[in-house]
Each structure stands twice: as structure tokens, then as C-alpha cells.
T-cell receptor, first 114, second 118 residues
Framework: DTAVSQTPKYLVTQMGNDKSIKCEQNLGHDTMYWYKQDSKKFLKIMFSYNNKELIINETVPNRFSPKSPDKAHLNLHINSLELGDSAVYFC?????????????FGNGTRLTVT | AQSVAQPEDQVNVAEGNPLTVKCTYSVSGNPYLFWYVQYPNRGLQFLLKYITGDNLVKGSYGFEAEFNKSQTSFHLKKPSALVSDSALYFCAVREISANSGGYQKVTFGIGTKLQVIP
């Protein structure tokens, strides 16, 4: 069974559209994250949720809205997509908020905005 | 702010030779340090971590890392490289986020591409 799964794997869309990416973890972890990896492979945290509560919001444009219906799910909705949003988006989870808990990553969603 | 630096964009090593991927850190207190590996079209996988204790940390797939406080380094090593070790390697550090009311987050280095040559 996949520990952290995200869908879709690929997403191609036009500027101005709204799209969502879904993420689910079956590890029983309390904390979930969204990371963005750009074309140079630089990885930057976007959001962190702990037990459905927003913990970290790293000055991401408010076009990005995460939603956590329960602690096993963290979805990402993006409004009015822009060319610069093209990247690979990774969902991750960790046992808890403590920084010594390793992160478990999904396989990514490659978003291409044309 | 706490950070990690990976000074090499790419490391090339012959199969069977020892490999080292370098990482240095900058923290205000005691560091929590991690190594992750990313294979093509996959998410990052945890390899090992240093929290406290022995300076030599052993991890997955035969990798190990040496914590050196005086040199503020946490280099990743393996005695004998395999072609299948070719991937992108990320060093990471725990950091207190200014935007999260003191909660901790993990910040990644820019990554080092390891190429093992048959």
C-alpha cells in the first residue's frame, strides 16, 4: 500500500483555470505538508497542517488554498493559475510536529500551466 | 535563520569507489540534520538523521553520515558506490519557522546530483 498518495500525477491546464490536487496518507501521521519543487529542483515548503489545523503558511499567494477535511487528507486548490505555478508539487507527512520526525513524501504532481 | 548548504551541484564517482556528498549547516542551537534521496519522477525518501549521540549515523541502503560540530558539516558517505545510487541527494535541517508561531519545519538544501559511472 502506498503510504502517501497524491492525485493526479500529471496536470496540464491553461492560465486562469482553477485546479485541485488531492493527498492522502495511511500512516496515521498527525502532520501533513505541501512542498513545491521548481525546475531547478529547489524544494520549498508551502503549508503544514497538524490534526487539520494550519500551522505553517510560507507566504504563499492566497490563490493557493489548502484544505484538510481530516488528518489523513490534505488537498491543495489553486485559483487563477499562472505560468509561474508550473512545478512539481509534493505532499508529505510526518508523525508529528517535532522536527526530528522524518518526512514521508508522495510521488508528486507535475503541474504544467500553458 | 537556520540553513544548509550543498556546495556541489554534481558528484561523479566510479562504481565500487567510496562516495561523499557534502553538506554544511548553520544553526543557532543544536542541529537536527537529515539526508533524503530523490530518484527520477519520485518523491524524496528519508535516508538518515542526526539528532544527538554518536557522530556517525547509519542509514538506509548502506549510507552513513558523519556529524562534525567543529566544521559544521554533515557529509553523506558510502564505502562502495552502486550505479543504482545515482540520484539527487538533499541535505535538510530542522528550523523554527517565523511564520508558524514557533513550530518547527524542515528546510532543504539545493540538492546534489550523484552520478555513479559503471
Amino acid at each position: 500500500d502506498t503510504a502517501v498518495s497524491q492525485t493526479p500525477k500529471y496536470l496540464v491546464t491553461q492560465m486562469g483555470n482553477d485546479k485541485s490536487i488531492k493527498c492522502e496518507q495511511n500512516l496515521g501521521h498527525d502532520t501533513m505538508y505541501w512542498y513545491k519543487q521548481d525546475s531547478k529542483k529547489f524544494l520549498k515548503i508551502m503549508f503544514s497542517y497538524n490534526n487539520k489545523e494550519l500551522i505553517i503558511n510560507e507566504t504563499v499567494p492566497n490563490r493557493f488554498s489548502p484544505k484538510s477535511p481530516d488528518k489523513a487528507h490534505l488537498n491543495l486548490h489553486i485559483n487563477s493559475l499562472e505560468l509561474g505555478d508550473s512545478a512539481v508539487y509534493f505532499c508529505a507527512s510526518s508523525q508529528d510536529l517535532r522536527g526530528n520526525s522524518p518526512l514521508h513524501f508522495g510521488n508528486g504532481t507535475r503541474l504544467t500551466v500553458t | 535563520a537556520q540553513s544548509v548548504a550543498q556546495p556541489e551541484d554534481q558528484v561523479n564517482v566510479a562504481e565500487g569507489n567510496p562516495l561523499t556528498v557534502k553538506c554544511t549547516y548553520s544553526v543557532s542551537g543544536n542541529p537536527y540534520l537529515f539526508w533524503y534521496v530523490q530518484y527520477p519522477n519520485r518523491g524524496l525518501q528519508f535516508l538518515l538523521k542526526y539528532i544527538t549521540g554518536d557522530n556517525l549515523v547509519k542509514g538506509s541502503y548502506g549510507f552513513e553520515a558523519e556529524f562534525n560540530k567543529s566544521q559544521t558539516s554533515f557529509h553523506l558517505k558510502k564505502p562502495s558506490a552502486l550505479v543504482s545510487d545515482s540520484a539527487l541527494y538533499f541535505c535538510a535541517v530542522r528550523e523554527i519557522s517565523a511564520n508558524s508561531g514557533g513550530y518547527q519545519k524542515v528546510t532543504f538544501g539545493i540538492g546534489t546530483k550523484l552520478q555513479v559511472i559503471p
